[in-house]
């Protein structure tokens, strides 16, 4: 026992205090957060694997094209923060209720959060068709790219209510650990959706050549398709969340009080996020084509890279959410150490491949010579963004599994939503035009992200130290 303790403080770097009546050895805990983690990690992994399939299927059709499908992506964003908000503070209780051993509640916290959902959906579905057009332009849509953005965009609004049931439900799968479930439901919605980019973007197996219109189709029926998957997990009666349709139903104040509690600070990060994301996407588009285009893929291939940032954050919220609900605040905050150890490997590992691979994954997008190039450099500043991203994306998880998604939402407000933009603004403006062959309209963005990851790093670490966290109560 006494050579387990020194060996922890010498690999891991804390020893781990247990609360009265838990005797859970560390090396339990690594192996709990691992099994969560990597089946997250891993269908963050394949759905942008998929995405950047996508990405490079548009992209044989030009940078027009590529930039047409990305300016969709902060608007659809927008239109389902509502519903991504309710969904996180479903997560957030459903953890809680698993803690205290509470299985009836859960599924209460399910149905009700299944219902409001489908109410935003229907909503969102119709604001997307309505107000495709100025929120497009609002993200910097030009001529040459607004019209194929608009026809994507209402195509994929078409798919918003099953968008929102998949989304609960694999938030709620979460808040369980159940992760593998929502793995199979995201990754086989995705097979279907390769497919069919593969079928309707350039027309093979007999179907017509769509273009960026047949993207969208694919996109929206692999949504649905992910919808359907889940609700087949739900409906069976021997999982610990299963829902039964002909059972009573009512909303619960104290259910909703707590989804409202968690999913109103989440909206209020997501705004934040997306507004700052929104500004970021349209300056960036104001360089040119091909510093968006550049943009979108370094974006894809960052997105890869922190996938694993992902699942360990994925797993937090869960182990963290269920040890506060089983009042074992020594181990909620165990699992935060946890989380971090398994990020400095993590990270490390993701950096070599990045750097490595700066040159060659370019050309998997797009063969425009000056767009690789822009790629390659923004991959070298990229690197250094990396360890603070996961490090603050793994904090944030443990924060949201807590409930203390105001602080969170705060932190956003400051670096994504005001400090990100402005530091974009600088690099591909006034620096870019200073300093032509700098380079500045490509790594521009990249170095406002890395001083975005590495501020909101500083302010949930310090947020996490105090400990104030592991008393709030859902």
């Known amino acids: 026992m006494e050579f387990s303790s020194q060996f922890s403080r010498l690999l891991l770097g804390f020893k781990y205090t247990h609360d009265d009546g838990d005797q859970e050895p560390l090396s339990s805990m690594y192996k709990k957060v691992l099994q969560i983690a990597w089946p997250a990690a891993l269908e963050g992994l394949l759905l942008t694997l998929m995405n950047s399939f996508d990405t490079m299927m548009v992209g044989k059709l030009g940078p027009a094209a590529i930039t047409s499908v990305g300016l969709c992506a902060q608007p659809r964003m927008i239109i389902l923060l509502v519903a991504q908000a309710i969904c996180t503070g479903t997560m957030a209780v459903i953890a809680r209720r698993k803690g205290e051993n509470r299985q009836d509640a859960a599924n209460s916290c399910l149905r009700q959060s299944l219902l409001l959902v489908t109410f935003i959906g229907v909503l969102m579905t119709v604001l997307g068709i309505l107000l495709a057009t100025p929120l497009l332009r609002l993200a910097g849509g030009a001529e040459d790219t607004l019209s194929d953005a608009v026809i994507y965009f209402r195509v994929i609004s078409l798919a918003f209510i099953p968008n929102c049931w998949a989304i609960c439900i694999c938030s709620a799968m979460r808040g369980i650990g159940k992760t593998r479930i929502t793995m199979v439901v995201n990754v086989s919605a995705n097979l279907v959706n390769i497919f069919l980019n593969y079928c309707l973007i350039s027309g093979h197996l007999g179907f017509p050549a769509l273009g960026v219109r047949g993207a969208a189709i694919a996109t929206a029926i692999g949504t649905c398709v992910s919808s359907v998957i889940a609700i087949v997990f739900v409906m069976q009666k021997s999982g610990y969340l299963s829902l039964r349709p002909f059972k009573g ?143 603050r994306v793994m904090l944030a998880g443990c924060l949201r599994g807590a409930g203390d998604v105001r602080y969170v939402a705060f932190v956003s407000l400051i670096s994504v939503a005001i400090l990100r933009p402005l530091l974009t603004w600088i690099c591909c403006y006034p620096l870019n035009q200073a300093f032509p062959n700098a380079q500045f309209a490509f790594t521009g963005p990249w170095i406002s992200f890395v001083i975005d990851a590495l501020v909101r790093w500083i302010l949930l670490h310090i947020r996490v130290k105090k400990g104030q966290w592991v008393n709030i109560r859902l």
């Not at 950096?351 to 425009?368: I, K, Q, S, V, Y």
């Open 249 to 391: 139903f009512r909303f619960d104040k104290s259910t909703l009080g707590a989804i409202v509690k968690v999913g109103s600070g989440t909206i209020l990060e997501s705004v934040c996020m997306r507004i700052g994301f929104l500004i970021n996407g349209k300056l960036i588009a104001g360089v040119g084509t091909a510093a968006f285009a550049a943009s979108q893929i370094v974006g894809q291939v960052s997105s890869l890279t922190f996938c694993l940032g992902d699942g360990v954050s994925s797993a937090c919220t869960s182990l963290v959410g269920q040890s506060l609900g089983a009042n074992t605040k020594k181990k909620a905050m165990a699992y935060v150490h946890v989380g971090e150890r398994i990020s400095i490997f993590m990270s490390a590992a993701i950096m070599l491949f990045t750097f490595f691979g700066r040159n060659w994954l370019p050309t998997l997008f797009t063969d425009d010579r000056f767009v690789i190039y822009g790629c390659a450099v923004s991959f070298l500043v990229l690197l250094l963004g990396i360890y603070p991203q996961n490090m």
